[in-house]
């Protein structure tokens, strides 16, 4: 708690009163010169009685600051990065901090000399005092720590900084979770064998092949209805129990895109009519139609599905696309006025619909029409005859916006994503606690951690940061915005200091429902941020941290780069576990200076993110990393490298050449990497759209690689089977 919100707070006030009597110490200074108080001349400086005491009270009170800024700088020291890690290394500890103890018991006696001098008048020991302070601030803080880092650091930098290098890696993986990752050493098999996968049939009956990255404008083509819809891309993942199995899926919501009404662009139509949207859509992740289209588990307008069959409320008026403000709401009785869906009762058109909860503020009185029309500089709010007393104004209607609103302290996940709770579509938002002042840990930027082919770099008000925790799981209603935080990580100290002063905000997690709870995983972010210090920080002693002969990085993604391959979520198992849990799973390589290093496998991380399906109990494994760490003597194919022997095999190229015949373009999807058959399978799929007009990426073939061993054929199943000896022993969601 002190070095996370006492240290900056002590830190500023001090800050702050230091300006403040400087500028008051200079001020006295110039006023009693000008008004004749202080005199020079004659080589003698006269000061009155009543300059002195003024000036030498705000001087000993200054120095008096100093001391005490000088006492926190100790404490500031473990958070500050030196040249190879946060927090003092043996020169800091050994000349830095002692320097500065020294330093500010040499400024508090200097100050009592001042406030002698207020009372005697004697200006000469004070002014020698401080030309002391001087000098000791010289060869303490700077003369001393440079002959001790050259001299005796140097020359035995292991032996010397060996235990403060511990510190540093202890520490940093406290700060960022992952003190408690569980390695195992891992002898890869390179050699495909038939009925190899058998064992891991479970796991590679979820292998997902449907791109959520790609099969975006398919969707859009298939689903969207209207031009005024429209599906966030990429598409989202999650998953479902479907007739008692669980059930990988890719996911949407059909939100509006009022800037596609064109002509009908009206106040009315986008205030009024055009309100919400409307519908999940929800794909099987596995399979595919004979046409290489996604197999839609819910669909439609009017909803058909097995969400249907559970009666949910489809209806969208909270989304990340809704327009900027509605109006909704009207008198019992009155007549309907919000399109609902364009699908009508007899042969009509449309079905038209009123908003019945509570999502907004009330405009039926004119003062608060008059404040809401000065807000969104539209006059139409006060003077339109469809406003009425039970009208409400919805805003503030993207998910985060509302969240940040409620709870500004947090940072949130940059991936939203919104699934069936309880009869209701939630958006669910992890919510991060983060500091920069955690003692010996070492910093990251958390907008470049999270960058990735998927997700450009965001932004963000704190970016530096060396603690993070996912305190907080929160949802928000798309039908009336209301917003829900649940304490996740109730231990969290940042948390629990921000819950005084937001006492009623937060939730206790077990008061999430089961259903809720089924759906909730491990952030994406936060995995991120994990595997990037864990290029670094997956050593364990301080020798190995000193060396830097074995760090890591996340590969780049094949179809990008530029930019680093997003993890995954997939219901796999590890080998270590008996059962398939969804999980999300990342991959490293060798790091190097210029980007030539090998593109080999050296690691495989996977975080359990299935947190159960019971309200009030956290399934024992969720949130558990477990790393693969690849036995250096086995030579893995990482991503680049595998995807360059797809690229350049001639039997697959003279393939891709036939589906590129004609208008067609080839979308490679992406490129996964399995921990199956005691070792590590790669799946890639390969879609197919056409180069101009309406494009509807379509699934043609299926890219598989084990060892330095690949297959290239119209399903998964086949693509399995032709690589592990016509008989791969797997079971996969495309088996005709």
Same mark, same amino acid.
């Given at each position: ?36 108080? !202080?005199? $020079? ?34 404490? &500031? ?30 400024? /508090? ?120 819809? @429209? ?145 969104? @500089? ?13 009208? =409400? ?58 960058? #990735?082919?998927? %997700? ?9 940061? %060396? ?61 991120? $941020? ?20 074995? &760090? ?40 190097? @200076? ?26 024992? #494994? ?6 693969? /760490? ?45 921990? /199956? ?8 799929? !390969? ?7 309406? =494009?509807?990426? @379509? ?8 060892? #330095? =061993? ?27």
């Amino acid at each position: 708690g002190f070095y996370l919100f006492g240290m900056p707070f002590y830190a500023a006030a001090l800050g702050f009163a230091s300006a403040v009597l400087l500028v008051c110490l200079l001020l006295t200074g110039v006023v009693s010169y000008l008004y004749g108080s !202080v005199r $020079v001349g004659q080589r003698e400086l006269r000061i009155s009685k009543a300059a002195r005491i003024q000036l030498a009270v705000l001087a000993g009170l200054y120095l008096l600051v100093q001391g005490a800024s000088l006492w926190l700088d100790r404490f &500031r020291t473990l958070v500050e990065p030196g040249e190879r890690i946060t927090g003092p290394g043996y020169v800091g500890a050994n000349a830095v901090i002692p320097g500065q103890t020294i330093l500010a018991i040499v400024a /508090v006696i200097v100050a009592l000399l001042f406030f002698v001098t207020a009372v005697i008048g004697r200006w000469r020991y004070p002014l020698i005092a401080t030309a002391l302070l001087v000098v000791s601030a010289i060869v303490v803080g700077a003369a001393i720590p440079w002959a001790v880092n050259t001299f005796q650091v140097r020359p035995n930098e292991l032996a010397l900084e060996s235990q403060y290098y511990q510190r540093n890696l202890d520490s940093t993986k406290a700060a960022y979770g992952i003190d408690g990752v569980e390695k195992e050493n891992f002898e890869a098999e390179t050699q495909a064998q038939a009925g190899q996968l058998r064992d891991d049939a479970a796991s590679t009956a979820q292998l997902r092949i449907m791109d959520p990255a790609i099969i975006g404008p398919t969707v859009r083509q298939l689903e969207q209805y209207r031009a005024y819809y @429209q599906f966030e891309e990429p598409l989202d993942v999650d998953r479902y129990e479907i007739d008692g199995q669980t059930q990988d899926a890719v996911v949407a919501v059909r939100e509006l895109n009022i800037a596609q009404l064109g002509d009908a662009n009206s106040w009315q139509n986008t205030t009024l009519v055009y309100t919400h949207g409307y519908g999940m859509v929800a794909a099987a992740g596995n399979e595919r139609t004979d046409d290489g289209d996604p197999v839609f588990l819910e669909q439609a307008i009017p909803g058909t599905g097995f969400l249907t069959e559970q009666n949910y409320e489809p209806r969208i008026y909270f989304g990340e696309r809704s327009p900027q403000y509605s109006i909704v709401g009207n008198v019992e009785g009155g007549e309907d006025i919000e399109l609902d869906y364009p699908l009508g009762a007899d042969g009509g058109t449309e079905t038209r619909t009123t908003f019945d909860g509570n999502g907004g503020p009330s405009v039926g009185n004119v003062f608060n029409r008059l404040i809401y029309a000065l807000k969104f @500089q539209s006059e139409q709010i006060l003077f339109s005859d469809y406003v009425n007393s039970e009208s =409400q104004i919805l805003y503030d209607r993207n998910p985060a916006e509302r969240i940040q609103k409620v709870a500004p302290y947090l940072t949130l996940d940059s991936d939203p994503y919104p699934t069936v709770v309880d009869g209701r579509i939630k958006w669910v938002v992890d919510g991060y606690t983060t500091s920069n002042n955690y003692p010996y840990s070492s910093s990251v930027s958390l907008s470049r951690a999270i960058a #990735d082919s998927n %997700n450009p770099a965001p932004t963000y008000a704190l970016d530096d940061i %060396n603690y993070i925790r996912n305190s907080v799981k929160a949802t928000v209603d798309a039908y009336d915005g209301s917003v829900t935080l649940y304490a996740w990580d109730d231990e969290d100290p940042v948390l629990q200091a921000w819950q005084k002063v937001y006492p009623t905000s937060l939730q206790p997690w077990s008061e999430m429902s089961s259903d809720l709870m089924s759906h909730v995983r491990y952030p994406t972010d936060l995995m991120k $941020v994990q595997r990037s210090m864990l290029g670094v920080y997956h050593v364990d002693d301080a020798r190995s941290f000193f060396q830097q002969d074995n &760090r890591w990085t996340t590969p780049n993604d094949p179809q990008d780069p530029d930019s680093f391959q997003p993890p995954y979520y997939l219901t796999m198992k590890m080998p270590s576990q008996d059962e398939p849990s969804y999980s999300m799973f990342t991959s490293f390589i060798p790091a190097s @200076q210029g980007g030539q290093a090998r593109n080999v496998l050296t690691g495989y991380l996977a975080v359990d993110s299935n947190a159960g399906g019971e309200q009030g109990t956290k399934r024992e #494994d969720y949130g558990r990393l477990r790393m693969l /760490v690849i036995d250096a003597a086995t030579t893995v194919p990482g991503p680049g490298q595998v995807q360059n022997t797809f690229d350049s095999d001639t039997a697959v190229s003279s393939q891709i050449n036939i589906l590129q015949q004609g208008q067609s373009q080839v979308l490679p999807g992406n490129l996964l990497t399995l921990p /199956v058959g005691g070792g590590l399978l790669y799946v890639q799929p !390969v879609f197919v759209q056409s180069s101009g007009g309406t =494009q509807l990426p @379509q699934l043609r073939r299926v890219l598989v690689a084990f060892g #330095d =061993q690949i297959a290239f054929e119209n399903t998964l199943s086949e693509a399995l089977d032709s690589l592990f000896g016509g008989d791969s022993g797997a079971d996969t969601g495309d088996e005709e």
